[in-house]
């Protein structure tokens, strides 16, 4: 099996619509001999992810949370706030959660490279 490397530019295209697309291609759907249980998905290069679209009234609205196990331990964050801090984790939890939940999506999220 060969992997092809996939070089995206994110440059004005909308989050959700490209994350599928990346998705697609770390699973490897696009190849002919894809298998849902073979890891034989492609590496895939997105540059200029800190100018990704967002619609609608996400930026305000949206938000992520997270628990640090203990009671009274939910954290939330906006979707502004993170991607200011880092715009290449808000793009790889918007493909995380495209990804299959099983084995593969650990190993296939390796894949996903930001320039």
Do not use: C
Request: glycine content about 8%.
């Amino acid at each position: 099996m060969e992997r092809k490397t996939h070089t995206i530019n994110a440059t004005g295209k909308v989050l959700g619509r490209l994350a599928s697309e990346v998705a697609i291609l770390l699973r490897g759907k696009h190849k002919p001999e894809f298998l849902p249980s073979k890891d034989m998905g492609d590496f895939v290069v997105v540059k200029n992810v800190e100018k990704i679209k967002l619609t609608g009234k996400k930026l305000e609205k949206k938000k992520y949370f997270r628990h640090s196990g203990y009671l009274g331990g939910l954290k939330e964050i906006s979707l502004k706030r993170l991607f200011e801090r880092d715009s290449s984790k808000v793009f790889r939890m918007a493909v995380w959660g495209m990804l299959p939940k099983n084995k593969l999506s650990k190993n296939q999220i390796k894949r996903l490279k930001f320039e």
